[in-house]
């Protein structure tokens, strides 16, 4: 049974980093395609991040230059660094990956950013 266990959320003010994380069991993060997404209250999911098998990435414009997603091999861990976080930001963050019946998610990690 895949899992998506994402980590590394919390309360920053603007203009600060996080770095979130994410544990997978049961999959292998640099097969396919895997992705970050976001949720902020009264607002509908979207797609922050992708990387695809290969590398190949994509990102939204909100967040383009901002926020990089990787993946590590070693660990099997899909990461997303954030920088230069704005109040906008602010939105449960949701680890997933591609398969055939959709989008897989995890369970989500908490991001703030105060003005």
């Known amino acids: 049974q895949v899992q998506l266990m994402e980590s590394g959320g919390g309360s920053v003010q603007a203009g600060g980093s996080l770095r979130l994380s994410c544990a997978a069991s049961g999959y292998n993060v640099n097969s396919g395609l895997m992705g970050w997404f976001r949720q902020a209250p009264g607002k509908e999911r979207e797609r922050v991040a992708t990387?695809?098998?290969?590398?190949?990435?994509n990102y939204a414009d909100s967040v383009k230059g901002r926020f990089t997603i990787s993946t590590d091999p070693a660990k099997n861990i899909l990461s997303l660094q954030l920088n230069s976080l704005k109040p906008e930001d602010t939105a449960m963050y949701y680890c997933?990956?591609?398969?055939?019946?959709?989008?897989?998610w995890g369970q989500g990690t908490q991001v703030t950013v105060s003005s």
């Open positions: 990387i695809m098998t290969g590398g190949t990435t």
């Open positions: 997933a990956r591609f398969t055939s019946n959709g989008w897989n």
